[in-house]
């Protein structure tokens, strides 16, 4: 008798799966609003949506023949990567959607940065590239810290004239900035934008 009901109990957990209401097309009742406009001077790179909704003259009016509901995309897969095998002087292939152009704007406290909508790897390597093709000397660099040390020449205004170049990840991709030499706080506003406009016409 107990299994009985126990066999019962299951098979009803397992039929009221079926029976709850899909309402996985509910998105099409969902109102349209216009994209975020953002203030002159500052940085946005992720008008891009991960997971577009079709516009509303895009959108079908009732269920379309065979049509269940509405699956959502996969997210993006993340790839670990064991050690640092990467050769320096060896550029990589950026993956698919990574090629963006370098933006330069402002953060939100007003500092000149760069953003790179790519991977680290890429960023890396292009910004390289960009200071060998400038007046700013490179002293060192630590990857790991994504971080190169400068030395500038006068024109920059920089006293004393050490910086540091540092490569942070963001959700849009990756953020330059402008350090002191010792890498406590942010350079000034002038002398940052200065060497990060160096930068930027080089990548």
Known sequence: MHRSIAVTAVALALAGCGLLPDSSLHYRDAEVIEPM???????????????????????????????????????????????????????????????????????????????????????????TQALTQTDLRVTDRNRDQGVFFLTTPERYQLQPPQAQLKLSHTTNGIQVAVLNGEGTALAGKDSSLAILESVHREL
Do not use: C, H, N
Not at 69 to 89: E, I, M
């Open 37 to 127: 406009t953002v203030p002159d001077g500052m940085v946005f790179i992720g008008e891009a949506p991960l997971y577009a909704v079709p516009r509303i003259d895009q959108r079908i009016v009732g269920v379309r023949e065979g049509e269940d509901g509405f699956k959502a995309p996969r997210p993006p897969q993340l790839v670990a990567v064991a050690g640092d095998d990467q050769d320096d002087d060896a550029a990589p292939t950026p993956p698919p959607g990574q090629q963006g152009q370098a933006v330069l704007g402002k953060d939100g406290s007003g500092y000149p940065i760069i953003m790179m909508p790519t991977s680290f790897a890429w960023a890396w390597e292009k910004v």
